[in-house]
């Protein structure tokens, strides 16, 4: 039994001897060093950051650890210990586990983008080796954004005859990121660069704008200035468009701005009135003029409730006066002067006479008679109507008469229009008998209408006027009706 006993005394002292060795060996090797992440995301407005090497055991002695950092923007970080020539030693103190580096990135204002770095471990001193994950790749996120620029209106106006123009303003979400620029586009027909404009800073080709968005910038604008003519132009619409931008910016939601500009010789002058009332009644008409002043044509439109539209055209001759009004594609209206008046008017319909009418004057030189002679069918012209006008002495409109001719003997009573109460006030849009002849240049009060059946129709008007005294509605009641007529200038 003894034997035995000893020889597992024997066993027992063998393996702790073993057991000895192993440890003795275990000490004796080297601690692996490895980064603890292959991947590392960070912003740029973290602050500082830490990249930690990891050791497989606890170091039996001091050491160090080469590590080389690459980048293409290494100046925009700050590094701890620092690298020398894309290196960085690092010591590795006695019983430690793991040893780190920091790092920092700048935060700038700049719009560069995504930034990124590669860690290696390139060298380990005695008791230290290099494990299998010896590179990092850093990222490092850009907290900068491309600023939206946008107009702030939609729309402005600029009266021609104002000397300083009219700012146009754009927009930035937040401080450009950088030094930008922006490209505007424009054009407009109606409105010539140097001819009606100019803009500051000046267009390169007469339609293209180039702005500088300096860094930070958290607006932009430029300057229209109109040049001011003696000519009646219209109103004139020139659409800016932002064209393209440099990339630390990127179109807002209102990218178009329309300015318009505004003639001084037009303004306050009559433009258009728009008339409505029930069963879906309604009509409107509108004034153009030409460069001279003069009214070149008129755009109608009339829903009745059926809708109809058209536009009457005004031609005159070398002295101003009125010549003709085209009055469809197919129908024109002639005037013919005789010592300086009118006293006939003929129109034509595709080229042939098919009526004229024949005008009268009062002493005062009002139109107090217009006999009108329409074609029949063999050629002869008979006559078909006749008006007669009375006026106050101030020359408005008070009776307007229409009869009908009979073979023999006078005239027989239509119907009689009367206007027999005024207001002092400018009419925008007075009646005419011959184009650019008004009967009626004071506001209306009441109008009455007879007719030979007997019947009786009195309609009052009643007006609201803009501050300046020009009226900018009528409403006309009467006889079971109401009607709103709206005024609109220049």
């Known amino acids: 039994m003894k034997p035995h006993n000893l020889s597992l005394a024997a066993i027992g002292l063998a393996m702790l001897l073993n057991a000895c060795d192993n440890d003795d060996e275990l000490a004796l090797r ?34 160090t650890l080469a590590v080389g950092v690459t980048s293409d923007v290494l100046d925009q970080f700050n590094i701890s210990p620092a690298p020398q020539g894309g290196r960085i030693e690092l010591s590795v103190a006695q019983g ?48 900068e954004s491309r600023s939206q620029v946008a107009f702030t209106l939609q729309k402005t106006s600029l009266l021609e005859s104002v000397s300083t123009g009219s700012v146009v303003t754009l927009s930035l979400s937040h401080g450009v990121p950088g030094d930008g620029d922006l490209t505007l586009f424009f054009a407009n027909s109606a409105a010539v660069y140097g001819k009606d404009f100019v803009t500051e800073p000046a267009a390169t080709d007469g339609r293209t704008l180039k702005l500088a968005v300096p860094n930070g910038a958290t607006e932009v604008s430029f300057i229209v200035q109109a040049l001011n003519d003696a000519l009646f132009n219209d109103n004139r619409d020139i659409q800016f468009e932002i064209q393209s931008v440099s990339p630390v910016l990127e179109k807002g939601a209102l990218d178009v701005h329309t300015l318009t500009i505004k003639d001084d010789e037009l303004a306050g002058r009559s433009k258009s009135y ?74 034509y319909d595709n080229g042939e006479l098919d009526a004229y009418t024949v005008y009268g004057y009062d002493q005062a030189g009002n139109i107090g008679e217009m006999n009108k002679y329409d074609r029949i069918k063999d050629g002869s012209f008979a006559f078909s109507l006749q ?38 006030r400018v009419n925008p849009f007075p009646i005419e008998i011959i184009h650019g002849q008004p009967v009626q240049n004071k506001l209306p009060l009441t109008f009455r209408e007879e007719r030979t059946e007997g019947d009786s129709y009195k309609y009052s008007f009643s007006y609201d006027y803009y501050p300046d005294g020009r009226p900018a509605s009528r409403t006309a009641t009467g006889h079971g009706i109401s009607e709103t007529t709206d005024y609109e200038y220049f």
């Not at 008339?275 to 002043?293: M, P």
């Not at 409730?305 to 469809?328: C, F, K």
């Not at 008006?387 to 023999?408: E, H, I, Q, R, W």
């Open 387 to 424: 008006f007669v006008f009375l006026y106050y002495t101030d020359g408005n409109l008070y009776k307007k008469m229409v009869y009908s001719p009979v073979a023999s003997g006078d005239p027989v009573w239509i119907s009689t229009q009367t206007y027999e109460d005024y207001i002092d």
């Open 96 to 143: 430690t586990s793991q040893v780190s580096l920091q790092i920092t990135p700048v935060n700038n204002e700049a719009l560069d983008g995504l930034k990124k770095l590669t860690f290696t471990l390139l060298e380990a001193s005695r008791g230290l080796q290099l494990g299998v994950k010896s590179n990092l790749q850093a990222r490092c996120a850009d907290d």
């Open 30 to 63: 080297p601690a692996v060093a490895e980064f603890s992440t292959e991947t590392f995301a960070f912003s740029e407005n973290d602050g500082v950051k830490e990249i930690v090497i990891t050791l497989s055991k606890s170091t039996s002695t001091a050491g």
């Open 274 to 347: 728009s008339t409505r009332a029930g069963n879906g009644w309604a009509s409107k008409r509108e004034v153009h003029y030409s460069l001279n002043g003069q009214i070149e044509r008129v755009t109608w439109q009339n829903a009745t409730p059926g809708q109809l539209a058209g536009e009457y055209v005004y031609a005159y001759d070398d002295a101003g006066l009125i010549e003709s009004v085209q009055l469809s594609p197919v129908t024109i209206l002639r005037y013919v002067r005789e010592n300086g008046r009118i006293v006939k008017s003929e129109e």
